[in-house]
T-cell receptor, first 116, second 117 residues
Framework: AQTVTQSQPEMSVQEAETVTLSCTYD???????LFWYKQPPSRQMILVIR??????QNATENRFSVNFQKAAKSFSLKISDSQLGDAAMYFC?????????????FGKGTRLSVIA | DTGVSQDPRHKITKRGQNVTFRCDPI?????LYWYRQTLGQGPEFLTY????????KSRLLSDRFSAERPKGSFSTLEIQRTEQGDSAMYLC???????????????FGSGTRLTVV
């Protein structure tokens, strides 16, 4: 079974600075998707960024980018120019490419605080 | 379409009572998922449906839990004889079942917070 590990329970960053959240995963599959979700205090999970495992190029969405290291099974999230609204729980998640199989598997999350 | 809706937002119940939650997915999404999230933890998979068929159930889903999705639209999650350990946020999410759907991730509802006293 696939597992997702987030080793940083909490992180903090100064407003306008850059922070990197770590995620590692374990799988025997070669094709899959990886996601970062954000869960603000209102509790609704929001998709932040996604990466296809067969693409070498790291995904970027505005201030959010990932560092995907397939061999190392690492998928970190970098948030640039951090804003107060970025404060939330961030979850790394894995999903098989073949959607007939297992559902999304989440890590335990990293709580990000943004300091004004 | 306003996204995934869950009702109620909060539920307080006494131990031993039965509770039922409802989830209305995005209309064109044929997959519906239930997750449980305890404080400070990531969502844990409970069960999912493709249309009206329940395709997978987690070992977390004890026999006190039952989920249905009649007609492949909304879904209900019932917990019988609630225990204090059932206190958690119950999240519903939906997606399509295509490869494109897998790429798109899930759309989540705001969850139902259950407190068993």
């Amino acid at each position: 079974a696939q597992t997702v590990t987030q080793s940083q329970p909490e992180m903090s960053v100064q407003e306008a600075e850059t922070v990197t959240l770590s995620c590692t995963y374990d799988t025997s599959e070669s094709d899959y998707y990886l996601f970062w979700y954000k869960q603000p205090p209102s509790r609704q999970m929001i998709l932040v960024i996604r990466q296809e495992a067969y693409k070498q190029q790291n995904a970027t969405e505005n201030r959010f980018s990932v560092n995907f290291q397939k061999a190392a099974k690492s998928f970190s999230l970098k948030i640039s120019d951090s804003q107060l609204g970025d404060a939330a729980m961030y979850f790394c998640a894995y999903r098989t490419l073949y959607s007939g199989n297992t559902p999304l598997v989440f890590g335990k999350g990293t709580r990000l605080s943004v300091i004004a | 379409d306003t996204g995934v809706s869950q009702d109620p937002r909060h539920k307080i119940t006494k131990r031993g009572q039965n509770v039922t939650f409802r989830c209305d997915p995005i209309s064109e999404h044929n997959r519906l998922y239930w997750y449980r999230q305890t404080l400070g933890q990531g969502p844990e998979f409970l069960t999912y449906f493709q249309n009206e068929a329940q395709l997978e159930k987690s070992r977390l889903l004890s026999d006190r839990f039952s989920a249905e999705r009649p007609k492949g639209s909304f879904s209900t999650l019932e917990i019988q004889r609630t225990e204090q350990g059932d206190s958690a946020m119950y999240l519903c999410a939906s997606s399509t079942n295509s490869v494109q759907g897998a790429w798109g991730g899930y759309t989540f509802g705001s969850g139902t917070r259950l407190t068993v006293v």
